[in-house]
């Protein structure tokens, strides 16, 4: 099982800033099937980037992603407002399928 | 584009079973795979198992192994979980999502609302 580590747990900043936020796998993760998630409360999670560093549907682009083998990083550019939530990252290499424990995003 | 809809809130008393209902609407149901993902409370995210309805065979968490039955109808495009033997550990939101078609990986791209199931 792919073991995924997210690092801060908590991120305070302020709209305007920069967000980086880390994702390290346990094992090299093959293809780089691996996802970034917008999660809100009381909402479902929202895919925001796959296959590493692919913006989904409808994404900004100041949404981005990068990484290879274990070590991978979310960056959110110039924050917004509706950009404090929780993140997660999720390998899709193959069954089990496993996800991060979460970054919170909150406004400082 | 595909809408994942789930049935809604359950209570139940441990030791009971719940069986959850994802409808499939405006996109191809039988060619991905389609998985329940739930949600503990201030928790994060856990991946349950998964089936592909053109296959029909589950697969499943190796801890959840005995406990979840997934299955799926194609002729109504609706996908189900059942969870047995509830604790109060299995108070949860639970979540489906589609993956991959057929056994191509891919990343859980469309998720439904989301069930709150609560053991008490």
């Known amino acids: 099982e792919i073991v995924l580590t997210q690092s801060p747990g908590t991120l305070s900043l302020s709209p305007g800033e920069r967000a980086t936020l880390s994702c390290r796998a346990s094992q090299s993760v093959s293809s780089n099937y691996l996802a970034w998630f917008q999660q809100k409360p009381g909402q479902a999670p929202r895919l925001l980037i796959y296959d590493t560093s692919t913006r989904a549907t409808d994404i900004p682009d100041r949404f981005s992603g990068s990484g290879s083998g274990t070590d991978f990083t979310l960056t959110i550019d110039r924050l917004e407002p509706e950009d404090f939530a929780v993140y997660f990252c999720h390998q899709y290499v193959g069954s089990p399928y496993t996800f991060g424990q979460g970054t919170k995003l909150d406004i400082k | 584009q595909v809408q994942l809809v789930q049935s809604g809130a359950e209570v139940k008393k441990p030791g009971s079973s719940v069986k959850v209902s994802c409808k499939a609407s405006?996109?191809?149901?039988?060619?991905?795979?389609l998985h329940w993902v739930r949600q503990a409370p201030g928790r994060g995210l856990e991946w349950m198992g998964g089936i592909i309805p053109m296959l029909g065979t589950a697969d499943y968490a190796q801890r959840f192994q005995g406990s979840v039955t997934i299955s799926a109808d194609k002729s109504t495009a609706t996908l189900y979980m059942e969870l047995s033997s509830l604790g109060s550990e299995d108070t949860a939101v639970y979540y489906c999502t589609r993956g991959g078609r057929l056994l191509q990986p891919g990343a859980f791209d469309v998720w439904g609302q989301g069930t709150t199931v609560t053991v008490s």
């Open positions: 405006g996109g191809s149901f039988n060619m991905y795979a």
